[in-house]
C-alpha cells in the first residue's frame, strides 16, 4: 500500500507539473460551462432588445393591480396610463414598434372583451402574455356583482387535476415508513439536479481523467522504464498506484470545474438556491456512484492501456473500449422520457452504463427505487473487482512487452494463464 | 567472501522453447562478476528471473541465504532501459530512490555528487527530454545505484555508450566492488569485461559453457595461436605437430596450438619452404572464445563445460 500512494503521489505530481495538463485542466471546466451558458447569455440580450411599450387606458382604476399582476408574473413590460382614445390610436401605433394600447371600460365588465391595439411590430407572444390580465379584471367584475371574500375566493380558484399513479402511492407509502427521504422533494426540480450535477461533473471529470490512465499504462513501456520501476515495485502496485493517481487527479479536476460551475451557476440561476439543494443526504450516494463508475472505468482502461505499445497505436479492440464510457449518452433520451422504463432498467444492469443511467434516473426520478440501486451497486461492485483482477494479469503482462500491441487473443491468454 | 546472490538450477521456457537451462552461480561480496553470451543466450531472462520480473520455472534464488529478495537492496540496470520524458533529472532520481526507501536528503545529496562526478553539473533541473542519449543513460545508471545497493546488478551497461563514457562506467563498476558492492554484470563486449570482471559465466542456448576465475578460464582456454598471412598448402600446415585445428581463409591460415606449447619451440617446427608475408603468434582472446561458441564452433565444447 505505501508503495502504491508513492506511484500515486509521483502520477499527480508529474501531471500537475506538466503544462499541457495543466491547460487542459483549466480549458475543459471553461469549454463546457462557455458552450452551456452560451445560449443563455445570448437569450438574455434577446429579450432586453424586445421591452413592450404598454399603454393602458384605465377608465376602471385597477392600473396598479396589473401593473402588479405584470411585474409578479416578470412580464417584460414597460406599462403606463394614457388618456388616447380609442380613435386616434391608429395614428399613434403607426409611429411606434413594441407598443400596446389596452382599453379599459364598461366593455371590460360588461361583455368581457377588452380591445388591445399593437404596433405592427411586437413580440411574437405579447398576446399569450396579455391573458393573465384577466384575472385581476374577473376578480373586479366578480365585486362588482357583489360576491362576500369567500365567495370570491372559491370561485376565481381554478380547479386542477392532479395526478397520482399506484406506483407513486406505493413509493410514498414507503417512503414513509422508512426514511421519509424520497417523497418530501417533488416541487423543485433543481432540488435533485443540483447533486445530480455535481455527481455528473465528478464522474466526467474523473471518467475523462481515467482516459488519462489509457496513455499513463503505456508509458512505461513506452518510454522503456517499466523494468526499472518493476525492480523496486510490483505491477500490482504500481497499477493500483496508477489508479489512485489518477483517481486524485480526476477530483483535482472536478475541484476546478466546481470552482468555476458553482459560481457561474450562482450568478445565472440567481432564484435557485444551489447551495442549499447541493449538500444533501443524496448527494452521498450520488457521487459514491461517480466514483465506482471512476474505478470501473480505470480498471478496464489500465488494463487494455498496457496491452498497446503507445497512444497512437491503438487499433480497434482498444478504440473500442475507450468509447465505452459514453455508452449512457445513448440511453439519454429513453431514460429522461421513462425513467422506470425497461430501457433505463437494463441501463441500470448494464455495469458499463450503470453510473451515467443511475445518476440520470436519480435526477429524474420522484421516488428512488432503492432496490433496483442496491441491485445495481451490487452488480458494479462486483463488476469493478473482476475488472480489477483481470486488469492485474493483463497488466503484468502487457507492461513488459515492448514494441507491439497485443491481439485479443493474446490478452485472453494472459487472462487464463 | 561473502555470497550475495546465489542462483541455483534456474530453468524458464516460453512457450515450448526452453530459454534457460540449469543455470547456476554466485556473486559474492565485493566481486565482479560477468554474465556472458552472445544475443539470445539467456542472459536478460536469467536477470529478469533475479528480478522478480519474470518467475522461473524451477530453480532457487536467495539473496545471503534468505528466499525473500530485498528489492531495496539490489541497484537494477535492465537492458531495455528508459527514464520518464517529461519531467526533471531530479525528480526522476529523487521518486526512484523514493521507491526504494531510501531518505530523500540523503538521495539528494548522493544525486548532485554523481552528477557533478558525471559531468552532469546544473543539469539537475533540466527536462529528460533534453538530455543527450549518453547524459540519459548516464542518470539511468546514477538512478540504479543512488541507494547504495549491496547488490547491483547491469544488464549491457556499455551498450550504447561512447569510449569516454564507458570508460567513466568502468571505473564507477570498480571503485563500488571496491567498496564492497557484488555486482553482477552482462555484456558482449569481451574487452571491456576482460580486463574488470573477477569471475565469469560464459552461457549459450540457455546453457552455462563455461564458469569460473577469470585468470583460470584465461589459463585454460586461451591458448596460444599462430596467424601465418601468405600462400600455404592446408595439407602442410595440418601435418604440423601439437595443433588442435587449422582455418585457412584464402591467404590468412590460423593454427590454434595445444595446450601447454611452448611457443618458441613450435615455431621451430615452420618448414622452410613456408610462404610468410606476415607472421604472428598470441593467445587466444576471450573474445574468440565468444565468438567460437557464438558460432558453434569448437574450442570450449571440447574442452568439457565446466571449470568452477
Not at chain 1, 50 to 61: A, F, H, I, K, S
Not at chain 1, 112 to 126: K, L, Q
Not at chain 2, 57 to 85: M, N, Q, T, V
Not at chain 2, 240 to 255: G, I, K, N, Y
Request: proline share 4%; glycine share 8%.
Amino acid at each position: 500500500m505505501r508503495n502504491t500512494m508513492k506511484v500515486a503521489k509521483w502520477e499527480i505530481k508529474r501531471n500537475l507539473k506538466n503544462k499541457s495538463f495543466l491547460i487542459g485542466l483549466f480549458l475543459t471546466p471553461v469549454l463546457f460551462l462557455g458552450f452551456m451558458f452560451f445560449g443563455s447569455l445570448f437569450g438574455d440580450s434577446e429579450d432586453g432588445a424586445e421591452t413592450t411599450q404598454v399603454y393602458v387606458n384605465d377608465r376602471l382604476g385597477v392600473f396598479e393591480t396589473l401593473e402588479e399582476t405584470a411585474e409578479t408574473s416578470e412580464l417584460n413590460w414597460n406599462m403606463k396610463t394614457t388618456d388616447v382614445q380609442e380613435n386616434n390610436v391608429q395614428t399613434e401605433l403607426k409611429s411606434s414598434e413594441n407598443t400596446a394600447y389596452i382599453f379599459l371600460d364598461k366593455r371590460a365588465l360588461d361583455d368581457g372583451v377588452i380591445p388591445v391595439y399593437t404596433s405592427e411590430e411586437i413580440a411574437s407572444d405579447f398576446m399569450n402574455q396579455v391573458q393573465i390580465l384577466s384575472n385581476p379584471v374577473k376578480l373586479m367584475q366578480m365585486q362588482q356583482l357583489g360576491l362576500s371574500d369567500k365567495e370570491l375566493a372559491a370561485v376565481s380558484m381554478t380547479i386542477q387535476f392532479e395526478e397520482t399513479t399506484s406506483d407513486e402511492m406505493a413509493a410514498s407509502d414507503e417512503a414513509k415508513t422508512t426514511s421519509g427521504n424520497g417523497g418530501l422533494f417533488s416541487g423543485d426540480p433543481f432540488e435533485r439536479a443540483v447533486p445530480g450535477a455535481f455527481a455528473g461533473i465528478i464522474l466526467l471529470s474523473i471518467v475523462v481523467s481515467g482516459m488519462y490512465i489509457f496513455q499513463s499504462a503505456s508509458n512505461e513501456k513506452k518510454d522503456k522504464i517499466a523494468e526499472i520501476i518493476l525492480s523496486s515495485i510490483t505491477p500490482g502496485e504500481l497499477m493500483q498506484g496508477k489508479i489512485m493517481g489518477y483517481f486524485g487527479l480526476g477530483m483535482i479536476q472536478a475541484a476546478v470545474f466546481l470552482a468555476f460551475a458553482i459560481p457561474i451557476s450562482i450568478w445565472q440561476l440567481d432564484n435557485v438556491q444551489i447551495l442549499e439543494y447541493l449538500f444533501v443526504p443524496e448527494l452521498i450516494l450520488m457521487v459514491a456512484i461517480a466514483i465506482l463508475g471512476y474505478f470501473l472505468f480505470a480498471a478496464l482502461f489500465v488494463g487494455v492501456g498496457a496491452t498497446m505499445a503507445d497512444m497512437s497505436s491503438a487499433g480497434n479492440f482498444q478504440g473500442m473500449v475507450m468509447m465505452l464510457p459514453f455508452l449512457p449518452f445513448i440511453f439519454i433520451g429513453p431514460v429522461i422520457s421513462d425513467p422506470s422504463g425497461l430501457v433505463a432498467q437494463v441501463g441500470t444492469y448494464i455495469p458499463f452504463t450503470t453510473p451515467g443511467v443511475l445518476l440520470m434516473r436519480l435526477v429524474v426520478m420522484e421516488e428512488w427505487p432503492w432496490s433496483e440501486i442496491i441491485i445495481a451497486l451490487a452488480i458494479l461492485v462486483v463488476s469493478i473487482w473482476i475488472l480489477m483482477k483481470l486488469a492485474g494479469k493483463i497488466f503484468k503482462t502487457g507492461i513488459l512487452m515492448y514494441g507491439k500491441n497485443a491481439t485479443p487473443a493474446e490478452i485472453w491468454k494472459w487472462i487464463r494463464s | 567472501m561473502e555470497t550475495m546472490l546465489t542462483v541455483e538450477k534456474l530453468n524458464k521456457s516460453f512457450k515450448d522453447k526452453q530459454v534457460i537451462r540449469d543455470i547456476s552461480f554466485d556473486v559474492r561480496k565485493g566481486e565482479i562478476m560477468a554474465v556472458l553470451g552472445p544475443n539470445g543466450a539467456g542472459k536478460s531472462t536469467t536477470i529478469r528471473n533475479i528480478m522478480g520480473i519474470m518467475y522461473p520455472d524451477a530453480g532457487a534464488i536467495s539473496f545471503r541465504g534468505h528466499a525473500e529478495i530485498p528489492r531495496h537492496k539490489i541497484g537494477y540496470l535492465p537492458e531495455e532501459r528508459g527514464l520518464y520524458k517529461n519531467v526533471k533529472v531530479m525528480d526522476i532520481l529523487l521518486y526512484l530512490s523514493e521507491l526504494k526507501d531510501y531518505p530523500l536528503k540523503k538521495a539528494r545529496e548522493r544525486a548532485l555528487s554523481y552528477l557533478k562526478k558525471f559531468g552532469l553539473e546544473g543539469q539537475a533541473n533540466s527536462s529528460v527530454e533534453e538530455l543527450s542519449k549518453g547524459m540519459g543513460q548516464k542518470v539511468q545508471f546514477i538512478s540504479s545505484i543512488i541507494h547504495e545497493p549491496e547488490l547491483l546488478i547491469l544488464d549491457e551497461p556499455f551498450s550504447g555508450l561512447d569510449p569516454v563514457s564507458q570508460e567513466l562506467f568502468k571505473h564507477e563498476i570498480r571503485h563500488l566492488a571496491e567498496n564492497g558492492t557484488a555486482i553482477l554484470l552482462s555484456s558482449h563486449q569481451m574487452n571491456l569485461v576482460e580486463e574488470m570482471c573477477d569471475r565469469l559465466f560464459m552461457m549459450h542456448n540457455g546453457e552455462r559453457i563455461i564458469y569460473g576465475n577469470m585468470d583460470d578460464v584465461k589459463e585454460r582456454y586461451a591458448n596460444f595461436k599462430c596467424t601465418v598471412r601468405g600462400k600455404s598448402d592446408l595439407d602442410v600446415l595440418q601435418g604440423l605437430p601439437d595443433l588442435e585445428r587449422v582455418e585457412q581463409d584464402e591467404d590468412t591460415s590460423v593454427l590454434y596450438l595445444a595446450k601447454d606449447v611452448q611457443a618458441v619451440n613450435w615455431l621451430k617446427n615452420l618448414p622452410d619452404n613456408l610462404s610468410v608475408q606476415e607472421l604472428s603468434i598470441d593467445r587466444i582472446s576471450l573474445h574468440e572464445i565468444f565468438i567460437d561458441i557464438a558460432t558453434d564452433g569448437n574450442i570450449a565444447q571440447r574442452e568439457g563445460v565446466t571449470h568452477a
